[in-house]
């Protein structure tokens, strides 16, 4: 009986899982940190291949990670923009009509990277995560500049125990204040 489940004992000890986690900063603490407000109105633009995007990367144990990165930080990206200008929307199309009919100055259009790795032999969570997040600005269709913005996450065992996506969340959260901060810090180029 023995010889029959030790196989089946090893395929279970050795198949990996995949887990649905957020890479969602929490947006409580996606706060305007400097007193700048940039009188322009802004549109940002994700387009429906990334942001129906599902990305897998590698966990502890040698499971996997699953989330979508565009459409779990769009709040985020939108969160930061209303800190610093005074009106945004959301485009369909680098030729929606909204461009027009709402005097948008300013194009926002995010490419995000992400890695993620853990040290851990027992458990799944990504004990570190890397969020690169470049933002190419455009206005009249034209390229203005593109920022670039690397979150770093680390969590250790209580970490992660009480929030298996602590390290994301962290790592996406300093991503996005760093772009805040680059737009605050650029704020003659929105003129």
Not at 149 to 156: D, E, W
Request: glycine share 2%.
């Amino acid at each position: 009986m023995f010889k029959l489940l030790l196989p089946l004992l090893t395929l279970f000890l050795f198949t990996a899982c995949v887990h649905d986690v957020s890479v969602a900063p929490e947006l409580s603490r996606v706060k305007k940190t400097r007193p700048v407000t940039i009188n322009a109105t802004v549109a940002y633009y994700i387009p429906d291949k990334l942001y129906k995007l599902s990305v897998q990367t590698p966990g502890g144990n040698n499971d996997t990670l699953r989330y979508s990165p565009y459409a779990e930080t769009e709040p985020a990206l939108k969160k930061v923009l209303n800190n610093v200008f005074t009106k945004v929307y959301k485009i369909n199309s680098l030729d929606d009509k909204l461009i027009a009919e709402k005097k948008i100055s300013f194009i926002f259009i995010p490419n995000i990277e992400t890695m993620s790795s853990s040290n851990s032999n027992v458990d799944w969570q990504p004990t570190k995560f890397n969020m690169i997040l470049k933002v190419k600005i455009l206005r009249n269709n034209k390229e203005l500049f593109t920022t670039y913005a690397q979150g770093k996450g680390i969590a250790n065992f209580g970490r992660y125990q009480d929030n298996p996506a602590y390290a994301m969340e962290i790592a996406s959260r300093s991503a996005f204040l760093q772009f805040q901060d680059e737009i605050i810090t650029k704020r003659k180029r929105f003129k």
